[in-house]
């Protein structure tokens, strides 16, 4: 196993890399075994965030309109990652959205992966639970604020420590960082002709939205007017040739 690493925990705001956001970043880079360096960062990802995902990691949308813009936090974060390899609980999930948002921003963003919950169902099959929660208490180890990026990631370094110790000898393999594949397909801003079209929608529905266009991906923008004309129904006397545009 490699003693330097950076191990990391994302905080986002649903389950798919392509259509939801990552909302705070927690890292440490560990070298020889040990933390030397910590990273975190909450995104002001534009959107309101979902009621489950605050009452979760008590995260708000007053907090995160505090946070970095998008390009800004993860141009600094694969600066911290450089090339080391990447540890997460459950890495390939948040390695799926860093990778989206490098395909997004232009950035590479190849990395090989340790994986605590890979190795934990391999060691500790009888345990009835892997979560990184459950696996702390099975450990003794402080979780600090579960669901809380660098307190997550603090934590999966630990446990990682205390399974090496319990089983590094016995199962080495297990250990080993391997090659982590997302296939993310680049997603373009949105289009002005959409922002028209949206913003003609909004007032014309007296839609309010703390939604910030700006942010919004064009298949974002194309999926919220068809939600709106499907709820509200399109402009009368609108051109179909302009409505055909809301998708260019």
Known sequence: ???NYIVLDTETTGLNPARD???EIGAARIEQGRVVETFETLIDTGVPIPERITELTGITDAMQAEGKKTEEAFREFFDFCKDLPI???NITFDFSFLKQMAVNLGYSFEKDGIDTLKIARKVLADLPSRRLPDLCV??????GHSHRALD?????HELLQRLWKEFGEKEPDAFAARPLQYSAKKQSPITDSQKGYLNDLLKYHR?????RMETMTKSEASRMIDK??????????RRKMQEDRKHV
């Open 87 to 89: 540890l997460g609980h």
């Open 152 to 156: 997550d990631a603090l934590a999966t």
């Open 228 to 237: 709106i004309i499907l709820q509200y129904g399109k402009i009368p006397g």
């Open 138 to 143: 099975h450990y003794g180890i402080d979780p």
């Open 1 to 3: 196993m490699t003693d």
């Open 21 to 23: 956001k990552v909302l």
């Open 207 to 211: 839609i309010d939205t703390n939604i």
